[in-house]
């Protein structure tokens, strides 16, 4: 029954065509997608993910049931190699560096380069522009920002105007949505991505956090670092094409919603304007049964339980990468009572101690919902973040690169994780912070605590994601589009009215002190002389 009034309850009865373009078709970001596609399904809605041609093969693996989902293919020559270049070049020893400039750099080689370049490709497609004019609704990954800018296209050279845009940030918060949205950011108590700083600053830590964001602010007309990679990330497609000059800088006119995988159960609270919404916590949720092989080894480790270890797809090749870290964190696994899980794609040299089983693959939050997971040491991604949260395991975090530092804050200043410095690696010094969050009930507690909260809501973070795509399209975003959007740095921040302030006061200042210095030498006898 309620089924059938969900078919027919979105324009007089028609189900939606929606298109979803989490970047292309793999990796952590596509995952957080996939829920979201699965309840616009169940709500009776037609969905179709956009990947380019040599990935669909990979979108298919990533989605339990494929069949339930359309796929909208474009061609883009060599895009995979490229990327896995690109990814094998600069992404492992980028991990282990401390110079976040190299960081930028990597990620606007990336924007400039390789996602402008697939985006070229799609706009090369002319018979695949005409199919995307049939589409109700684009969800689109905020890192590739491509749906934008067909949307541009087709509002000026097809007069098609109604394609309701939702984006996505599946990482920590970004100050680049808070901008494009209109939503405030302050420098005084929401910390820059990368800073390492919690919502509680020293006077030092928000002069630094301020200095930071009034750099990228005015110089770069963007919030933080990150950001002014997005920004240009198809910047060359607007003069190609002849689009709306603005989406150089600003989307916001062609975006009705905003999406961050974020929830105030764990993340320091900040005002939102009513255009975003948090959906924190996307790919968490109920764990699914293990298979045999695993289940065995998982009721195998009795009291002591067991430990999960994985630096995520890109860092678990770091037995051949980093060969000396691995043994650091092996023998360490080597001196604790509990067994340990360990994700890389291959056996390190030395053999394994007993108590550790290496698997190339794990399905992490199934593995987390089991009653015998004692904690989970990774690298922090927002993904795994909320899954840990969801099932109440806590974390040990070894933040490399993105916005691994800041999921390690909220972590930490949650109390149901710690951190390791990835500076100071020793097999000893692992030890003691693994040893730590086993052995001290308080992480448990926090994260029981936490995880009550997290999941104490109406709806599930992508039921919730889904039924505000369906509000934008049946009624537009405009009455959540607050007037920030077309305001200025200076307008939103009442700085213009401030220098006029100032300039007034100093002006009534200088009238009154010439005023009383007149009467007062008005005022004064005069001496025999005069």
Not at 56 to 65: G, K, Y
Request: charged share 20%; glycine share 6%; hydrophobic share 40%.
């Amino acid at each position: 029954m309620s089924i059938a009034f969900l078919l027919f309850s979105f324009r007089g009865g028609q189900s939606a065509n929606i298109l979803i373009s989490g970047v292309f078709g793999q990796g952590s970001h596509f995952l957080t997608f996939i829920p979201i596609a699965e309840s616009l399904f169940q709500r009776g809605h037609n969905v179709t993910f956009l990947v380019p041609e040599s990935f669909l093969q990979n979108a298919r693996d990533s989605v339990a049931d494929p069949d339930l989902f359309h796929f909208e293919l474009f061609r883009s020559v060599g895009l995979k190699e490229n990327l896995r270049t690109y990814y094998r070049d600069h992404l492992g020893d980028l991990g282990f560096s401390e110079s976040k400039w190299n960081e930028v750099k990597m990620m606007r080689e990336l924007f400039t380069s390789i996602y402008p370049a697939a985006c070229e490709d799609l706009f090369e497609d002319h018979e695949l522009l005409r199919r995307l004019r049939e589409y109700d609704g684009y969800v689109i990954d905020v890192t590739w920002l491509c749906g934008v800018y067909v949307k541009a296209y087709l509002a000026k050279y097809t007069d098609t105007k109604n394609i309701s845009v939702t984006i996505v940030a599946p990482m920590a918060p970004l100050p680049y949505i808070f901008e494009e949205a209109g939503s405030p950011f302050m420098p005084s108590y929401q910390p820059l991505p990368g800073t390492k700083l919690s919502s509680s600053m020293s006077f030092s830590e928000r002069f630094k956090n301020t200095m930071i964001y009034l750099i990228c602010v005015l110089l770069f007309d963007m919030p933080d670092p990150l950001s002014v990679g997005i920004s240009v990330d198809m910047s060359r497609l607007v003069k190609k094409y002849d689009l709306d000059p603005n989406l150089r800088r600003r989307i916001g006119h062609y975006v009705d919603l905003y999406f961050i995988n974020s929830d105030f159960s764990v993340e320091f609270p900040f005002p939102l304007m009513p255009n975003v919404i948090p959906v924190g916590g996307l790919t968490s949720g109920p764990a699914k049964p293990l298979d045999k092989d695993l289940e065995e080894f998982m009721q195998s480790s009795g009291d002591h339980g067991v430990v999960l270890y994985s630096l995520g797809s890109y860092y678990s090749s770091i037995t051949s990468s980093h060969p000396d870290i691995i043994k650091m964190f092996v023998d360490a696994f080597s001196r604790i009572p509990q067994k340990v899980i360990l994700h890389v794609k291959e056996p390190p040299s030395d053999e394994l101690p007993d108590n550790v089983m290496m698997l190339p693959w794990l399905p992490l939050n199934d593995l987390l919902g089991h009653s015998k997971t004692r904690a989970l040491l990774y690298h922090g991604g927002n993904n795994g973040f909320y899954e840990a949260l969801y099932h109440a395991v806590p974390l040990v975090l070894m933040p490399l690169v993105g916005d691994h530092d800041d999921v390690a804050v909220r972590a930490v200043s949650g109390g149901f994780g710690i951190r390791i410095d990835k500076r100071r690696l020793s097999s000893e010094y692992i030890y003691e912070q693994v040893n730590e969050v086993l052995t001290n009930p308080k992480y448990q507690n926090n994260a029981n605590r936490l995880s009550a909260i997290f999941r104490d809501r109406p709806m599930s973070p992508a039921d919730t994601a889904a039924f505000w795509i369906e509000h934008v399209m049946k009624y537009g975003g405009d009455h959540l589009r607050p007037s920030t959007q077309i305001m200025s740095f200076f307008q939103i921040y009442s700085l213009d009215v401030a220098a006029v302030a100032v300039m007034c006061i100093s002006f009534c200042y200088l009238v009154v002190k010439h005023f009383v210095g007149y009467c007062f030498r008005k005022g004064k006898p005069k001496t025999k002389r005069e």
